[in-house]
């Protein structure tokens, strides 16, 4: 396998980072997860966007230019022969000392990682999927802003060992106000009388970049939504839920918490949303 290191591929044994690095001692970086659908890369230019609004929020300045990142994106697929797979890319802080202090990391580090994908069952979009909500709390957005899409993933962890743990794949991380936030790896959207809602980024949400196309979606359909402060009752009491991410893509959930969802089956409007999901990342993207 090869692998995009600063400038340039090597192979996937020569590519190694030092002890130093920030990322490794800290979780001092950033990243981003973006699909590449039948040698297109979906929604390329949103992820980078993100990626440098993530960089900028951390104060951490990209030596590159997005035309040179949507290239390396690309050339590392190519090298990899993917036509369809799942793309890591990553922005170290780079080599330091053991302290925290930035000044001594000169030059950060990138590293892109594509390969093939461990998508979820077929099964889980056609029968949906069970969620729990774990004890551990979304960090606060003014500790650590959920919307850093940052290398520190800890507390996402800690909430996904919880799920894992009572045997489940997902599950709901509510903000310390007790408002849902997000799931461990994916946002949380609602359908209660045929309006959508999901939580806001103040609530502790990533802008998930498949989250955005579920809006747009909602638009194309012709569904109202708005971004709403949403406690555990209104999830148990939705007519549908679904959760959306790059890996994940629309996933239908039928029960929170012991609850079933509506009718306790994958809801028909997730169904619709589901299918022109489908549909663009067929015809949508960045050709290699
Ligand atoms: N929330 C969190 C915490 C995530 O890590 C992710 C990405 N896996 C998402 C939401 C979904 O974002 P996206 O649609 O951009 O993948």
Redo the contacts with the bound molecule.
């Keep these: 396998m090869k692998i995009y290191l600063n400038d340039g591929l090597v192979d996937s044994a020569e590519a190694k980072v030092s002890v130093f690095d920030h990322g490794l001692l800290y979780g001092d970086g950033i990243f981003e997860?973006i699909r590449l659908y039948d040698g297109c890369v979906f929604k390329l230019d949103a992820?980078l966007e993100?990626l440098e609004y993530s960089a900028k929020a951390i104060m951490l300045k990209m030596p590159w230019t997005r035309q040179q990142i949507s290239e390396a994106v690309c050339e590392t697929c190519r090298a990899n022969n993917l036509k369809d797979g799942y793309i890591r890319l990553l922005v170290t802080r780079g080599e330091g000392s053991l302290g925290l202090s930035i000044q001594n990391c000169k030059q950060p580090q990138l590293i892109i990682i594509a390969d093939t994908i461990q998508l979820y069952p077929e099964e889980f979009y056609e029968n949906g999927l069970s969620i729990i909500t774990v004890p551990t709390r979304r960090c606060n957005p003014a500790a650590l802003p959920?919307t850093v899409?940052s290398l520190n993933?800890l507390n996402?962890i800690l909430a996904k060992i919880e799920a894992q743990h009572l045997g489940y794949h997902e599950a709901i991380m509510l903000n310390d106000q007790g408002y849902v936030a997000?799931?461990?790896?994916?946002?949380v959207f609602v359908i209660h009388k045929g309006e959508l809602i999901t939580p806001s980024a103040s609530a502790g949400?990533?802008?998930?970049?498949?989250?955005d196309?579920a809006l747009e979606i909602a638009d194309e359909l012709g569904v109202p939504w708005r971004e709403a402060n949403m406690t555990r009752y209104d999830v148990w009491v939705a007519d549908e839920l679904f959760l959306?991410?790059?890996?994940a893509e629309i996933v239908p959930i039928v029960e929170v918490d012991a609850r079933p969802i509506g009718s306790g089956k994958p809801g028909a409007i997730t169904g619709r949303f589901l299918e022109s999901f489908r549909r663009r990342v067929s015809v949508e993207g960045t050709m290699l």
């Design positions: 997860g992820h993100r959920p899409k993933y996402n997000e799931c461990t790896g994916d946002n949400a990533l802008k998930g970049i498949t989250r196309t959306t991410g790059t890996a």
